[in-house]
């Protein structure tokens, strides 16, 4: 049974760095918090074996997020990615002037023809769901319904020449996900089960995303989406001068067909969306260091604060796309692992291989990434000669790093 403690270390003694490190302590202690009464409501329902497994997938899911993290150098490439991430989607889009202004202009004409800036000021919906349970049961219910009226969406879009790059595929969140949001997100800190209502703050349960290469077209979609159902709330991450990492699209909240579920449509524009699954594993980290009310990140302040002058403007490339996409970038899978180590002295250069003292085969992207270089791997070379001469592995960094 995988169990979440309190890390063995003192924050006083890491400097500048000790608040997140804190933030990690107080989030293991509050899970631990939480545990009687979860354990109590499990209990009580018929469904408990597979709500216990939800939950064992659940701990089990932030215990691989947190053990990285106490690693400082871990902690600290993953602020330096916070910035990366968020430089490459303001590259595509803050710097892109003739993008920015195709915004602006097919955002003032949706503010003139439909009902936008009301629903943006709406609160936050809630579920109509009396558990946690009746919601994971009702959700695939109406997965159909839902699927048929964004058919609808969609042959409306066709109708009036609104190009989709990607048709929505209306999906459930998985059930060790939801089961987190629910009793440790929005239900944090529950001392009795009575207190265990945040079911009724999911708004994702239900939901899908389109994505388009054209403003205009997204916000001609969002149109046809007003005025097809009833919305609930929008947000339009397009609009700030400033976002939290960066990443922006159209949100919007409606009830699922025939339900009081609340669902939600994302809208993207390609430019933005082609750098998504770089912020997949980032914001499954960042989450642990959220505020109680959800309106400040700590990981990404103190990133902003004291990563931004190191990283410049750096941003991810297309070169570096198979790092980012890797096969372990999924819902349950770690951003930052605990590399393996490796005494240099006891690398041999045997028929242009590098071998390790145990005779297993390295390249060198395996030592850069044990070194936490992987992002320097393009500036460096190996020595011409060197590896004839003695059997040594030899680097000379030709750029970038000086």
């Not at 809208?267 to 109680?292: C, G, P, V």
Request: charged share 25%; net charge neutral.
């Amino acid at each position: 049974k995988p169990r979440l403690t309190r890390p063995s270390f003192n924050v006083k003694t890491f400097g500048g760095l000790a608040p997140l490190l804190q933030m990690i302590d107080d989030h293991a202690q509050l899970l631990k918090q939480s545990e009687g009464a979860i354990n109590e409501f499990i209990a009580k329902q018929e469904e408990k074996h597979i709500l216990q497994d939800a939950k064992n997938t659940a701990l089990e899911t932030e215990r691989k997020l947190i053990e990285p993290l106490l690693q400082v150098d871990n902690l600290s490439t993953f602020l330096k990615d916070i910035i990366i991430l968020e430089n490459t989607f303001n590259s595509a889009y803050m710097n892109n002037m003739e993008q920015r202004q195709r915004q602006q202009k097919a955002r003032g004409i949706c503010s003139v023809r439909t009902n936008i800036r009301g629903y943006e000021k709406n609160p936050k919906p809630l579920s109509v769901v009396p558990s946690f349970t009746v919601l994971l049961a009702a959700a695939p219910v109406y997965i159909d319904a839902f699927n048929k009226w964004m058919e609808k969406v969609v042959s409306q879009c066709q109708a009036q020449n609104i190009a989709i790059v990607h048709k929505p595929v209306v999906q459930t969140k998985k059930i060790a996900r939801a089961f987190y949001k629910a009793f440790y997100v929005y239900g944090r800190g529950a001392k009795h089960v009575d207190d265990i209502d945040g079911c009724i703050q999911m708004t994702d349960m239900l939901r899908c995303s389109l994505v388009f290469d054209d403003f205009d077209c997204l916000y001609r979609c969002y149109a046809v989406i007003e005025k097809l159902g009833v919305i609930l709330r929008v947000k339009d991450r397009f609009v700030p001068d400033s976002v939290p990492f960066g990443y922006r699209d159209l949100m919007i909240n409606v009830y699922a067909p025939d339900s009081k579920i609340v669902a939600e449509i994302q809208l993207h524009h390609e430019l933005i969306y082609q750098h998504k699954e770089k912020s997949h594993d980032i914001y499954k980290t960042a989450r642990l260091f959220q505020d109680e009310d959800g309106k400040l990140n700590m990981a990404y302040a103190y990133a902003d604060q004291n990563f931004r002058s190191v990283v410049g403007n750096k941003i991810y490339h297309e070169q570096y796309q198979a790092d980012v996409d890797r096969e372990d970038n999924k819902e349950d899978a770690p951003l930052y692992t605990r590399a393996p180590t490796y005494d240099l002295s006891q690398l041999r250069v045997k028929n242009n291989r590098i071998v390790n003292a145990d005779g297993t085969q390295l390249t060198y992207a395996d030592l850069f990434d044990a070194w936490h270089l992987s992002e320097h791997l393009h500036a460096f070379v190996i020595e011409p000669g060197y590896g004839k001469k003695d059997e040594y592995a030899h680097f000379r960094i030709i750029n970038e790093i000086g």
